[in-house]
């Protein structure tokens, strides 16, 4: 590799305009966007207690209050019927119970707080129907701390515990990652058009040069690599620092990732330039469009494609390279173990040295009869 090559190829990428504004700026300007539009979003909002109201006027059922008390479903008040009434009609409570011929619940609209009163309610008279016609048919049960040995809350799920709360929203951030990473693409294209001497004229200075093509693109290459990769570090700073997303504390294994996603964006776009004829405008402006569906195949628009994917054509996910380094962040986020982050790491390294691979191939059987 020529270190005179690298350093100028790197120059020209930190002078030119639209590769600053697309490659660092725009990533950093949908992310402030994201947050915008994602603020207060994946706040888990803390659940309500249903408001209830007891009526004094009649005797409850013996345990009820208690029972209710448990199941920290709802906040009680005791009051009079009349009293009870007039705060249903003004909303302050969900609704009031009274025991006649038999246990009531008085509400005045439906809703989600209605619904749960009514199912706790339910279950409870027929729980406690249950025992009294068991006991009744029975009563040396009691005892025999039958009643002790009740659990009507028996639950047959296992809680597995996992690093972070689900904010499935980060996983637009990923895609953005993603994003910025593979926008190498454009740079990598590029990159070949200069040693391409039938795409620009200086591309036909550089094949007279005494300097090797392949030498020449070798170099190039790195370039765009370090350049991607500082603009991913920087979007990394600016999410975690400034607009504060979370994306959990294996630093390391985040910042290999971007940069195995550097690699091979910028050799996706080499194998683009090289097996494509299209002038070097066109070209941009198709291998770009490319990185946005695969982009969006990853969740950067619409975050359940990428499960609609992997439910229904899951080798798609396994060849789109945003996937690829959006399921690796998922899985650092996510689990105790890194054997799906090595597995996305090591797909996706792969189909980098794929793309690299063919790049120099087609570069080195290319030949030009004049210039």
């Given at each position: 590799?020529?270190?005179?090559?690298?350093?100028?190829?790197?120059?020209?990428?930190?002078?030119?305009?639209?590769?600053?504004?697309?490659?660092?700026?725009?990533?950093?300007?949908?992310?402030?966007?994201?947050?915008?539009?994602?603020?207060?979003?994946?706040?888990?909002?803390?659940?309500?207690?249903?408001?209830?109201?007891?009526?004094?006027?009649?005797?409850?059922?013996?345990?009820?209050?208690?029972a209710?008390?448990?199941?920290?479903?709802?906040?009680?008040?005791?009051?009079?019927?009349?009293?009870?009434?007039?705060?249903?009609?003004?909303?302050?409570?969900?609704?009031?119970?009274?025991?006649?011929?038999?246990?009531?619940?008085?509400?005045?609209?439906?809703?989600?707080?209605?619904?749960?009163?009514?199912?706790?309610?339910?279950n409870?008279?027929?729980?406690?129907?249950?025992?009294?016609?068991?006991?009744?048919?029975?009563?040396?049960?009691?005892?025999?701390?039958?009643?002790?040995?009740?659990?009507?809350?028996?639950?047959?799920?296992?809680?597995?515990?996992?690093?972070?709360?689900l904010?499935m929203?980060?996983?637009?951030?990923?895609?953005?990652?993603?994003?910025?990473?593979?926008?190498?693409?454009?740079?990598?294209?590029?990159?070949?058009?200069?040693?391409?001497?039938?795409?620009?004229?200086?591309?036909?200075?550089?094949?007279?040069?005494?300097?090797?093509?392949?030498?020449?693109?070798?170099?190039?290459?790195?370039?765009?690599?370090?350049?991607?990769?500082?603009?991913?570090?920087?979007?990394l700073?600016?999410?975690?620092?400034?607009?504060?997303?979370?994306?959990?504390?294996?630093v390391?294994y985040?910042?290999?990732?971007?940069?195995?996603?550097?690699?091979?964006?910028?050799?996706?776009?080499?194998?683009?330039?090289?097996?494509?004829?299209?002038?070097t405008?066109?070209?941009?402006?198709?291998?770009?469009?490319?990185?946005?569906?695969?982009?969006?195949?990853?969740?950067?628009?619409?975050?359940?494609?990428?499960?609609?994917?992997?439910?229904?054509?899951?080798?798609?996910?396994y060849?789109?390279?945003?996937?690829?380094?959006?399921?690796?962040?998922?899985?650092?986020?996510?689990?105790?173990?890194?054997?799906?982050?090595?597995?996305?790491?090591?797909?996706?390294?792969?189909?980098?040295?794929?793309?690299?691979?063919?790049?120099?191939l087609?570069?080195?059987?290319?030949?030009?009869?004049?210039?």
């Open positions: 590799m020529s270190f005179h090559i690298f350093k100028y190829s790197f120059k020209s990428l930190i002078k030119d305009k639209m590769a600053l504004f697309w490659m660092l700026c725009f990533p950093l300007i949908l992310a402030t966007f994201f947050n915008l539009a994602f603020t207060n979003l994946s706040a888990i909002e803390g659940f309500e207690k249903v408001e209830i109201a007891i009526t004094t006027d009649h005797t409850m059922p013996e345990g009820l209050e208690q209710m008390e448990e199941s920290n479903l709802f906040t009680l008040s005791h009051m009079t019927e009349a009293d009870a009434k007039e705060q249903l009609s003004e909303s302050e409570i969900t609704g009031y119970l009274k025991y006649t011929d038999g246990l009531e619940l008085v509400i005045l609209n439906t809703g989600l707080n209605q619904s749960i009163a009514k199912v706790f309610l339910d409870y008279v027929q729980i406690s129907t249950t025992i009294y016609n068991i006991i009744e048919g029975n009563p040396q049960l009691i005892q025999t701390g039958f009643l002790e040995d009740l659990d009507f809350s028996q639950g047959f799920t296992e809680e597995v515990p996992v690093n972070n709360s904010d929203l980060v996983v637009h951030y990923y895609a953005l990652i993603a994003m910025t990473c593979l926008f190498s693409a454009v740079a990598g294209c590029f990159a070949t058009a200069l040693i391409q001497a039938d795409q620009t004229q200086l591309a036909a200075r550089i094949n007279v040069a005494p300097t090797h093509k392949l030498k020449a693109f070798l170099s190039m290459i790195p370039a765009t690599i370090l350049f991607q990769f500082m603009s991913t570090v920087i979007l700073i600016y999410l975690t620092q400034i607009l504060n997303v979370n994306f959990g504390d294996q390391l985040i910042v290999l990732l971007c940069l195995v996603g550097c690699f091979t964006g910028t050799m996706f776009g080499a194998m683009f330039g090289c097996l494509t004829r299209f002038k405008e066109v070209k941009d402006m198709v291998v770009s469009n490319i990185i946005m569906v695969m982009c969006f195949l990853s969740g950067l628009m619409v975050l359940q494609i990428k499960y609609i994917i992997q439910e229904k054509a899951p080798i798609l996910g060849i789109n390279p945003a996937n690829l380094i959006t399921d690796g962040l998922y899985a650092l986020y996510y689990y105790d173990t890194y054997e799906r982050y090595f597995f996305n790491l090591t797909l996706l390294g792969s189909l980098g040295i794929i793309f690299c691979a063919i790049s120099i087609v570069l080195r059987r290319q030949k030009y009869a004049s210039i």
